[in-house]
Structure formats: C-alpha cells, structure tokens
T-cell receptor, first 110, second 112 residues
C-alpha cells in the first residue's frame, strides 16, 4: 500500500526558516513532488525529486532520501505570502498516479 | 511550466442539472489526464484517469455513470458531472500526465 505523512499545521515568523517534513511508504516510487496551494486556488508546482539529495531553487529547497522514505521542503527568508498549504505527493512507478499527503498548512506571522 | 487551461473556473447550477468541465493541455500532447476533487480543508483525491481514445479508469468509490470523462484528443479532456447534487459541490482539478505534473486552475462547482 501507500502512505504519506506530513504535519497538519505549522507556524513560523516572517524572515525565519521552516522545514516541512514528509515521510512515505510506497510499493513503487517514481519521484516526489512538492506543491504550494493557497486557499481557493489550485496547487502550483514547487519541486520534484527523483534522486537522493538536495534540490535548491531560490528560497525553496527540497531534499529526498529514498532509503529512508523521507523528504523535506525548506523555506528560507519566509514572507507573509508563503502562508499556504504545502502538499507532498509521491508518484507511483506503475500507474504514474500522484498520491497526496494531507498537506501542511503553514501560517507565517509578522 | 506547462500550460494547462481549465474552464469554467466557477459554476453554480441547480440540483439535477449537468455540468461540463474542460481541460486543455496547450503545450503538450497529453495521452493521459488525471482528474482530482478537493473538498474544503482536505487534500486532493484522484477521481479518475482518462486516456486518449479509450475508456477512463475510475478510482474506487467514484461513480463512472455520474462523472463522465471524455478524452477525444491529445489536448482536450472533459469531465461532466451528471445530475449534480449538493454533495457534488467541490473543487475539481485536472492534471495532464507528464514528467512534471502541473495542474489546471481548477473549477469550483456549487450545486444549489
């Protein structure tokens, strides 16, 4: 079966750094995605990891360890506009389907 | 990123009517399109997978006669909610299958 876990809610202060963790169990792994979703909007693509290691893209970085079934999304220099839900999703190698975690609602305070 | 055009963005309809949602992949020929549904404060749930030129496959618990999917071309997939009821009110989002999966802007359906 497949299972994806991420914290439900997190809070942080403007200008700080926050790390959102995601653990997964899957029978066939073909990449892990992170998406940002603001209230009332569709998810927007942030990052894609298929190999172990860190992918950096501006203020956002994503890390993957396939052996541990673990990923994190790192957000630096937080801004108020970063307040959103962050969705971790794993792609199944056999069906190409994305399986989503419950999402982490991040609130950034001044 | 990929250009995925989905419309309408918002629709209000009376109970018992049907609503068609279109999803176009503007820069990519999508053999496969995924359709998701999202209820308030919940994550995305995959409803069905449409394949160009063949029948869609539905996830467990999704009524195929209620949610009609057509994928007539490599750039267009449609989802029709037939005989809509208030419990079908939700946010429907499409996503063409490719190396990096992007999403359409979503369609918010409100059934009165």
């Amino acid at each position: 079966g497949q299972n994806i876990d991420q914290p439900t809610e997190m809070t942080a202060t403007e200008g700080a750094i926050v790390q959102i963790n995601c653990t997964y169990q899957t029978s066939g792994f073909n990449g892990l995605f992170w998406y940002q979703q603001h209230a009332g909007e569709a998810p927007t693509f942030l990052s894609y990891n298929v190999l172990d290691g860190l992918e950096e893209k501006g203020r956002f970085s994503s890390f993957l360890s396939r052996s541990k079934g673990y990923s994190y999304l790192l957000l630096k220099e937080l801004q108020m506009k970063d307040s959103a839900s962050y969705l971790c999703a794993v792609r199944d190698i056999y069906t190409d389907k994305l399986i989503f975690g419950t999402g982490t609602r991040l609130q950034v305070f001044p | 990123g990929a250009v995925v055009s989905q419309h309408p963005s918002w629709v209000i309809c009376k109970s018992g009517t049907s609503v068609k949602i279109e999803c176009r992949s503007l820069d990519f020929q999508a053999t496969t399109m995924f359709w998701y549904r999202q209820f308030p404060k919940q994550s995305l749930m995959l409803m069905a997978t449409s394949n160009e030129g063949s029948k869609a496959t539905y996830e467990q618990g999704v009524e195929k006669d209620k949610f009609l999917i057509n994928h007539a071309s490599l750039t267009l997939s449609t989802l029709t909610v037939t005989s809509a009821h208030p419990e079908d009110s939700s946010f429907y989002i499409c996503s063409p299958s490719r190396d990096i999966q992007y999403f359409g802007a979503g369609t918010r359906l409100s059934v009165l």
